[in-house]
């Protein structure tokens, strides 16, 4: 679909979308204070803005991983899931990935 005020509506299963999730949970996951590590469990809504501007509607919740721990399976808590609305970049004159905005609830 297309583009309502510039932007495109896209699958979550897009490969430029995967990227932009596991860069966004990845900065996530770092800026957290919490030990554990939270992933994404159901991906809401994705719009691409001109190129590379990602907007990602998703809801993420908190496994029973402890951050750094591996690549293992990570079973999700029975915790509350969080709403989140991650606006990622991926700027191609800096060559880089940029988390804009981070909004959970």
């Known amino acids: 679909l297309c583009c309502?005020?510039?932007?495109?509506e896209l699958k979550a299963n897009?490969?430029?979308v995967q990227t932009?999730?596991?860069?966004a949970m990845?900065?996530?996951?770092?800026?957290?204070?919490?030990?554990?590590?939270?992933?994404v469990v159901k991906v809401i809504r994705v719009q691409r803005k001109v190129g590379y501007k990602y907007i990602?509607?998703?809801k993420i919740a908190r496994t029973e991983c402890i951050k750094d721990s591996g690549d293992g399976p990570c079973p999700v808590f029975t915790?509350?899931?969080?709403?989140?609305?991650?606006?990622?970049?991926?700027?191609?004159?800096?060559?880089?990935?940029?988390l804009l905005e981070n909004k959970c609830s």
């Open 14 to 16: 897009d490969p430029g």
């Open 4 to 8: 309502r005020e510039g932007f495109t």
């Open 79 to 98: 915790d509350p899931e969080y709403q989140c609305r991650f606006v990622v970049y991926n700027s191609v004159w800096f060559q880089r990935w940029m």
């Open 26 to 39: 990845d900065e996530y996951n770092k800026a957290s204070p919490d030990v554990y590590l939270y992933v």
């Open 56 to 58: 990602l509607t998703v």
């Open 20 to 23: 932009a999730l596991k860069f």
